[in-house]
């Protein structure tokens, strides 16, 4: 089945700086989702880009479909940026998501 | 986008005993999702629920563990059975949208097994 991995494992800021997350998949997928997750445990949605480049306030994220990869970009993190990262495709099936290992963030005031 | 309800929230459970966990959905939907998330882990999918049919279960997680209920296109149950400290995890409901396949989570329910 198709393989999800994400780096780096662990990643630890001061506030303001910047970060890249990277997701890399090992098929072609036509979905990609990425997903905060909080110290709480929910899940929040930040990106479906199946490809090309969004932008969301202090956050963005690029696609690159043919290339197998796609980067998380947090701009001026801040300590609510903490908790963990993970990018999702969908199987070879196109049936159900598969989750990446996640990147744990730790933003330090 | 989907708004999910799961209940309960957290628990903390007697090894040997079950429980079931609930999903509102607040529109009709074909297909439920549930994962488990053990601690420190990935999210891994445990069944899809159909309404109307039988759960398919992914390899590693059978029907007499996490039996599943599908009564209606806007609810559905999981109840993790005869638990045991391994199950500590949280579970979360999930849905897709039917336009674009993007995938909307529930709060999650965090069980510990003592």
């Known amino acids: 089945g198709i393989q999800v991995e994400q780096s780096p494992p662990d990643l630890i800021l001061q506030e303001g700086a910047n970060s890249t997350l990277r997701c890399n998949f090992s098929?072609?997928?036509?979905?990609l989702q990425w997903f905060h997750q909080n110290p709480w445990g929910q899940l929040i949605n930040l990106f479906y880009i199946p490809s090309g480049t969004k932008q969301n306030g202090r956050l963005s994220a690029t696609t690159v479909a043919t290339e197998r990869y796609s980067l998380l970009y947090i701009s001026s993190s801040q300590t609510t940026d903490s908790g963990v990262y993970f990018c999702a495709v969908p199987d070879n099936y196109g049936q159900n998501f598969v989750f990446g290992p996640g990147t744990r963030l730790s933003v330090l005031p | 986008s989907a708004v999910i309800s799961q209940k309960p929230s957290r628990d903390i459970c007697q090894r040997g005993t079950s429980l079931t966990i609930q999903c509102q959905v607040d529109s009709q939907v074909t297909m439920m999702f549930w994962y488990r998330q053990q601690p420190g882990q990935s999210l891994t999918l445990i069944a899809t629920a159909n309404q109307g049919s039988e759960a398919t279960y992914e390899s590693g997680f059978v029907i007499d563990k996490f039996p599943i209920s599908r009564p209606n296109l806007t609810f559905s149950t999981l109840t993790v059975s005869n638990m045991s400290p391994e199950d500590s995890s949280i579970y979360l409901c999930?849905?897709?949208?039917?336009?674009?396949?993007?995938?909307?989570f529930g709060e999650g329910s965090r069980l510990t097994v003592l």
């Open positions: 999930s849905v897709d949208s039917a336009n674009t396949g993007e995938l909307f």
């Open positions: 098929d072609s997928v036509n979905n």
